[in-house]
């Protein structure tokens, strides 16, 4: 009987703990899906707003009209008024439901054993650089997000302005915003040329470029080493992705890398991909991935490379040798960027034809440094990316020769599938002199087209046109974009500061970035803002959501959207800066 009823006791108090922690799931579930719906990201409509701009402006008028000045009086009890411009009032609290479920995150689930980043936290829990390079590279970064920042609400405010019912007060706000933002971007630009000027006298830039070009060949002559590998030593790749370009490549790229790691030589067959056929193929525009010259390899056994492009399969492309990860992460801005950057290079090394083309677009176009260059693109990539205007890619373009100071041409590189942006371009910025592969943009603009050796000709001259000017705008979310950029690495030692992104930052498509370490407090203003504690860590809601969250910004502002590791539920924005990234170390070394 007692054991009967200590057992019905000891039911009742499970069956209420259950019913608690449900009860507390679902209540949590409303409020991420609102704030994740609110950030884009929900599973409904994503957000979508399907009034008429004309009933958005009479409920913006209706707004203003019931909050006038004269009629609302400032709260007196305030000594600062309507805004808390300083900063002086609270930031509201951790909601109850988030600090209830943040209790249950285990710490054992935060951050795996094989993760690597460039500072520990010392006993005290403060947080402290290991080296003096990694502090100088997200002191630049924290000043290139915070213009980032600010130059994107200031377009923000702007747009806001606009619809304000009197001209007058329209007029006096927008020169207002016009100057302070003005005045922004030249503090911005002497922070910035104060930190090179600072890396350059204390030898810091210096020791960085000297070890990562060190590094550079030391990776190459390990590609090079496996892809002369005899043939029992070799594993095959078949290329058939029937998307775009960027796809099919970063396919390669994901089988060279596994090889790599396997320790074994890679042979490419890229005779059923759709851009080529018997007529054209790879070596008509690529070296071969593999040394062909050493031996042919024949009826070598499927690997299943490259296989489906998911987090699950393509995890381990985020492994790095041990004695890769500690260098890059002390002397290098975007890691990966560099590594995939490494193997990018190997893969497109240009046929002599290519070479040959190349050379003659160069001398045809007046293509020549310093040059800044924009990839717009406006079909196909308005269903996968928000559109973008040119004057957004000029920004930064008008930017750049504005660092420079001398009073030299302005040349801007244009690729694009869109033969009118360049137009537009030309009749907007009469200051600049814009130069485009015309007849490429024709092709690509023709999506039905894009499969046949003249367009594939031109995307490939237009790729390696990008990835030689100084400065590269365009968006990551395009794997196209990422591809230059890739290639920008393998050209230079550190290509972090010559790309703009108007999106989100690099990453690998439809593989998660490994989690970052939290190394400030946050405490949000918004409701859609993550509370952060120092130590945590934070990773992508999914493998899919980079991809997402650029259909639905408008302008990269420094915040990217993020969940607490170990939790399915405590999601939402964070800024980066409050975060450091981290590596994934495999164990393995370079040299085997």
């Given at each position: ?25 679902i ?33 913006f008028?209706?707004?203003v ?61 403060r ?26 609400n ?36 002497i ?28 990776v190459q ?68 991935v ?14 299943g ?26 002397h ?74 001398a ?19 030309r009749?907007?910025?009469p ?17 039905d ?21 100084d ?68 990773a ?5 959501s ?47």
């Open positions: 009987m007692v054991v009967a009823k200590y057992r019905r006791k000891f039911n009742l108090q499970k069956i209420a703990y259950v019913v608690i922690i449900a009860f507390l799931s209540l949590y579930w409303v409020y991420t899906k609102h704030t994740l719906d609110s950030l884009g990201i929900g599973g409904s409509d994503g957000g979508r707003d399907d009034r008429s701009e004309s009933q958005l402006d009479q409920e008028d209706q707004y009209a019931s909050r006038d000045i004269e009629t609302s009086p400032m709260p007196t009890e305030s000594p600062i008024g309507r805004l808390d411009i300083y900063g002086f009032g609270k930031r509201p609290p951790k909601p109850p439901v988030w600090k209830t479920l943040e209790t249950m995150v285990k710490p054992a689930e935060a951050f795996e054993d094989s993760l690597m980043s460039s500072g520990y936290f010392e006993p005290s829990g947080f402290q650089f290991a080296n003096l390079e990694p502090l100088a590279n997200h002191i630049d970064q924290t000043i290139k997000d915070h213009q980032r920042f600010l130059s994107s200031f377009v923000r405010l702007g747009n806001l302005v606009k619809r304000f019912p009197e001209i007058r007060e329209r007029q006096l706000i927008e020169k207002k915003l016009v100057l302070v933002s003005s005045y922004s971007r030249e503090f911005s630009r922070l910035r040329k104060e930190m090179k000027d600072f890396l350059y006298r204390t030898n810091l830039a210096q020791k960085s470029r000297a070890a990562i070009y060190k590094l550079k060949l030391r002559e390990a590609i090079e080493r496996r892809q002369k590998y005899p043939c029992s030593r070799a594993i095959k790749c078949e290329l058939t992705n029937k998307d775009g370009f960027a796809a099919g490549v970063h396919d390669v790229l994901w089988c060279v890398i596994r090889a790599f790691q396997a320790d074994k030589r890679l042979v490419l067959n890229a005779s059923s991909w759709h851009y080529l056929n018997d007529n054209f193929t790879w070596s008509d525009v690529f070296r071969d593999d040394d062909a010259a050493n031996s042919t390899c024949h009826n070598l056994p499927s690997s490379l490259p296989g489906p492009n998911e987090d699950g399969v393509r995890k381990s492309i985020h492994s790095l040798p041990a004695d890769i990860a500690e260098p890059l992460l002390r290098h801005q975007d890691p990966y960027a560099w590594w995939f950057g490494q193997f990018m290079g190997h893969i497109m090394r240009p046929s002599e034809l290519t070479e040959e083309l190349l050379k003659q677009a160069k001398q045809s176009l007046g293509f020549k440094s310093p040059i800044v260059g924009l990839h717009i693109r406006r079909t196909d990539k308005l269903f996968e990316a928000a559109y973008r205007e040119v004057e957004d890619y000029m920004e930064h373009a008008e930017e750049f020769y504005a660092e420079l100071g009073d030299i041409p302005k040349r801007v590189f244009v690729a694009t599938d869109e033969p009118r942006v360049l137009d537009e371009l009749e907007n910025f200051e600049f002199v814009f130069i485009s592969n015309t007849k490429s943009a024709e092709l690509a603009n023709d999506v087209k894009r499969d046949s050796a003249e367009s594939f000709q031109g995307l490939i001259l237009d790729l390696f046109l990008l990835s030689q000017t400065k590269l705008v365009c968006t990551l979310s395009s794997g196209v974009c990422r591809v230059v950029y890739e290639l920008m690495q393998a050209r230079r030692t550190d290509a972090s500061d010559h790309v703009v992104s108007l999106d989100v930052p690099y990453f690998y498509a439809y593989v998660a970035d490994p989690p970052r370490k939290t190394i400030y407090k946050h405490q949000p203003v918004e409701r859609k803002g993550m509370n952060l504690n120092v130590g945590n860590c934070v992508k809601i999914s493998s899919q980079v991809v997402e969250e650029s259909k639905k910004i408008d302008r990269y502002d420094g915040f990217s959207l993020g969940i607490l590791c170990g939790s399915s539920l405590l999601a939402g924005s964070y800024p980066a800066f409050k975060t450091l990234p981290t590596v994934r170390v495999n164990g393995t070394r370079l040299s085997i």
